[in-house]
């Protein structure tokens, strides 16, 4: 790491990130915590920028938090992930410092201050400085020039591609500018070019939201105008520290030292190639670790596979450098260490991080065999060159090395189809850029619309099931409307409601709506932000807007849900009793006649530990605890021991639902007012749903009784159809199942004798070719195991040089599945052929594949019309192989 610089002033990146925060503070911003990585947005994946949770205050969709917020917010993109390690500034995860406006201060104000922060906090020479301006702002560029005093020659005006911020095709947007760092001011400043990133960094960039844009590209001046600014704090440590690039400053260089020490290399002793691989290393590593612990878990999917994409290419890195053993565990707890004083969730969140990190790495390596095997499975057909579309599958879906591929390809003296890779390669990247650049801001639908103007409904829920209420809005097929008659299916807002709209895991109340000659059946309720939106159908007459209506909860279905939701809370107190007391929730479904509870766990909850949780749980509700509900400030809630779902965003007055001695939870949903009106809880299932994430689904309340007639239903048909006492049904059904086995596996034996015994006429089909014999034969009817002992014993009988193939269909009736199977005796193997290499490629002529041993290997397919030309290549390419030998 470099030596620092500008002494007296913020160095380190904690430092840096309080001297920002501290400034704006003093200067009557709300210091606002960094939001989860998994934004509330569902139009992007991830924070991607640090105004990201200020969206909906910049549309004008939640009351802003204050007149003015700053923020260090934590960020990932992953549109440009080739470039990490390569540039000297490119990151997956980063944190954004921010001030923000909301129709407060403006630009003067805003440009002064960056100024200030940049020269006098920072201690920036303002030598060191350049400021870009959009070519038509001409108030920015004023304001630059003669009210901080900027030389008009380091005042660099750009296009609109530059320097024009735009949410989307519509909607707000504005000017920008932006302050550079000129790491070479003795240049000069004539000809001043602010893409020459060896000489200039941008490092802080203010946005002036002053329009709003239609349809037709008109800009309309903004009623209230707003600031939104970033400056990265990477990119400033780069510049205080001194450091040659981002990598190399105190925020990431320890990982880098960690990978380094894990390798047994010297950063700076390696070559180029091993440097870029150590700073990978040490980015993803953070990048990794947050993802973690705002709850991202590995997959194929969505968030879950940005996290796997990053962690498997740590993991190949590792190996690039040599690095032999796994490791990810061990850069998570230099990446807690690192991040803990600045984000102390990751030393809560310590053991699910570390953990996680485990598991997707052995699943990985191992993904890593079959990549390998898929590898040797191109070569076995022997091609000219490995395509560039087979190298990137072996990249991007196994996290195959291309140099690995490389380097093997070679041993094998074939080449690798590079450029074709780099097609594939800048084909996905064209793909991420499109899903992940920009921030949407634009509204859709007319549901969106109407809740973007609407008054938040007051939800009357808590105290009654029913309530007069006023039709604010309504929407027909999707439209629009001012009224609406019997047979339309609805969606409308009310300006106060009994019905609790779907959120916090519970389901939407039913029920129905009644006025002058109308009846509207109410299936369900949700939320568009702090609107509720009824959806049903009108039974009867016809609604307007403007109607009164009565509105009325379904109470029996309230009843149940109550029951579910109160349950639900039991068992997560049972399970952190139980299990794990780190246990944390990871989602959760609260319906009329079912629950279903997500948690962090890395194992299976035994059926001892169910028994006790439901024992634990029935016991709870037995002592009838009477609820206590109450509103209080978050910090006094969480000080208080209130449960909170992480990742989740509360309000600064939340509602605590406390039973009493068991459970403390922020909660705005509905339950029983005390624990015996759930009366019983039943543990349906537990399950794995995802990688770290268990699920336990129940039953409470009357829905218990539905679910144990079912039972006993079962056991009932059981019993007469095994004319045995339900005491005695499991001992009869597992007599019979091992009566199945043995009968089973005198089946195989019988069909394995046969398939020997019919095999044994084949051999005097045998061609000798010199000193080894083929035998390539049909031969249907058989399963894979009584084709493989076929084989083999062929194989035995004619000796070390026999090359035995042998195909069939297991069923002559189904085309769709082949068996073949290939053994070889030792002289065949020495002479070069491999029984999995060959029967490999053979399997792929019937639509399949497949390997196994050199000596003996098993392939499928499913095309048995193909079998017949499969047999006629596999004994022309014997043949061949063998030729020189006769």
């Not at 991007?396 to 780099?422: C, H, K, M, R, S």
């Not at 209506?549 to 849900?561: G, L, S």
């Not at 749980?617 to 037995?622: E, R, S, T, V």
């Not at 042998?806 to 069923?811: F, N, Q, R, S």
Request: charged share 25%.
């Amino acid at each position: 790491m470099a030596d620092t610089a500008h002494t007296g002033h913020p160095c380190s990146g904690d430092e840096i990130r309080a001297a920002f925060l501290d400034f704006y503070e003093k200067r009557g911003h709300r210091r606002m915590a960094s939001a989860s990585l998994i934004p509330d947005d569902p139009t992007v994946l991830l924070t991607i920028a640090g105004m990201l949770p200020f969206k909906p205050v910049f549309l004008g969709q939640a009351e802003r938090p204050a007149p003015r917020a700053t923020s260090s917010q934590k960020c990932i993109r992953t549109n440009d992930i080739e470039n990490v390690g390569r540039t000297a500034r490119h990151h997956t995860f980063f944190e954004m410092l921010g001030n923000f406006s909301f129709g407060d201060y403006f630009k003067e104000q805003a440009i002064q201050w960056a100024w200030e922060l940049s020269t006098e906090v920072f201690g920036l020479s303002p030598n060191n400085l350049v400021v870009s301006v959009f070519r038509e702002d001409n108030e920015a560029g004023a304001i630059w020039r003669d009210v901080v005093g900027v030389d008009p020659k380091r005042i660099i005006r750009m296009d609109e591609a530059d320097n024009f911020w735009a949410s989307g095709p519509t909607g707000p947007c504005g000017p920008c500018s932006e302050i550079y760092y000129d790491f070479k001011p003795e240049l000069g400043d004539d000809g001043i070019d602010l893409e020459d990133d060896s000489r200039f960094i941008e490092f802080y960039n203010l946005v002036f939201m002053q329009y709003n844009r239609d349809a037709e590209g008109i800009l309309t001046p903004l009623a209230n105008r707003n600031i939104d600014t970033g400056l990265g704090l990477e990119r400033m440590a780069q510049i205080l520290q001194a450091a040659p690039n981002n990598y190399e400053t105190d925020l990431i260089y320890p990982l880098i030292e960690a990978a380094a020490g894990l390798a047994g290399v010297d950063y700076r002793g390696i070559d180029a190639k091993g440097k870029t691989s150590l700073k990978v290393i040490g980015d993803h590593s953070r990048a990794i670790t947050q993802l973690i612990c705002d709850g991202v878990t590995a997959s194929n999917l969505g968030r879950g596979y940005i996290l796997r994409r990053l962690l498997r290419r740590v993991v190949r890195h590792g190996r690039l450098l040599g690095i032999d053993k796994p490791f990810l565990a061990a850069m998570g707890e230099a990446s807690i260490s690192l991040m803990a004083a600045a984000f102390p969730q990751l030393v809560e969140r310590r053991e699910v991080i570390l953990a996680e990190l485990e598991r997707e790495e052995a699943r990985f390596l191992d993904t890593l065999e079959r990549g390998e095997k898929l590898l040797d499975e191109v070569l076995a057909a022997k091609p000219s060159q490995i395509s560039g579309e087979q190298a990137f599958e072996l990249y991007d879906t196994y996290g195959f090395p291309l140099e690995l591929t490389e380097e093997i390809a070679q041993e094998q003296g074939l080449t690798v189809d590079l450029a074709g890779f780099e097609v594939a390669m800048e084909a996905q990247r064209q793909r991420a850029k499109a899903a992940a650049v920009s921030i949407d801001l634009t509204l859709q639908g007319a549901i969106d619309q109407i809740t973007a103007a609407a008054a938040a409904t007051a939800f009357k829920g808590y105290e009654a099931l029913e309530h007069p209420s006023c039709v604010l809005a309504l929407v027909v097929n999707g439209e629009p409307a001012e009224r609406a008659g019997a047979g339309d299916a609805v969606q409308l807002v009310l300006d106060s409601t009994p019905f609790y709209g779907e959120g916090g895991g519970q389901v939407g109340d039913r029920g129905v709506l009644s006025g002058d000659g109308v009846i509207v059946v109410i299936e369900g309720v949700s939320r568009n932000r702090s609107v509720f939106v009824h959806s049903g159908l009108i039974e009867r007459g016809s609604l307007a807007i403007g109607d009164l209506v009565n509105a009325q909860v379904d109470r029996a279905c309230r009843r149940r849900a109550q029951a579910n939701h109160t349950a639900t809370h039991l068992l997560q107190a049972a399970l952190k009793q139980v299990v794990d007391p780190g246990i944390g929730q990871a989602g959760s479904l609260v319906d009329f006649d079912r629950l279903r509870f997500d948690f962090h766990c890395p194992r299976a909850v035994t059926a001892a530990e169910l028994e006790q949780i439901e024992a634990l749980i029935n016991g709870w509700i037995a002592d009838a605890h009477t609820l206590e509900v109450a509103e209080m400030a978050i910090e006094q809630a969480k000080a208080a021991g209130a449960v909170a779902m992480f990742g989740e965003k509360y309000a600064d007055v939340v509602r605590v639902v406390d039973v009493p001695g068991v459970s403390m939870e922020l909660c705005g949903g509905t339950h029983v007012a005390n624990t015996a009106e759930i009366g019983l809880f039943k543990i349906v299932s537990e399950s794995g749903v995802a990688a770290g994430i268990r699920r336990i689904e129940a039953v409470a309340g009357p829905a218990v009784l539905a679910y144990l007639k079912e039972r006993e239903a079962v056991v009932k048909q059981l019993g007469e159809r095994f004319k045995a006492q339900p005491g005695e049904i499991v001992e009869r059904v597992a007599a019979l199942a091992e009566e199945l086995k043995a009968s089973g596996k005198a089946l195989v034996a019988a069909r394995s004798e046969l398939a020997v015994a019919k095999a044994a006429a084949l051999a005097a089909q045998a061609e000798a070719l010199g000193s080894f014999h083929l035998l390539v034969a049909r031969l249907d009817g058989v399963e894979g195991a009584g084709l493989q002992s076929a084989a083999q014993g062929l194989a035995d009988q004619l000796g070390d040089g026999a090359a035995v193939v042998l195909g069939g269909l297991p069923d002559p009736a189904d085309l769709a599945k082949v068996i073949l199977v290939a053994a070889f005796g030792q002289a065949v193997i020495a002479a070069g052929p491999k029984a999995g290499a060959f029967i490999g490629g053979v399997a792929k002529l019937c639509g399949g594949g497949g390997g196994g041993r050199p000596n003996l290997a098993q392939a499928g397919g499913r095309d048995g019309a193909a079998l017949d030309g499969a047999l006629q290549q596999a004994r022309a390419e014997l043949q061949g192989a063998f030729q020189p030998c006769r």
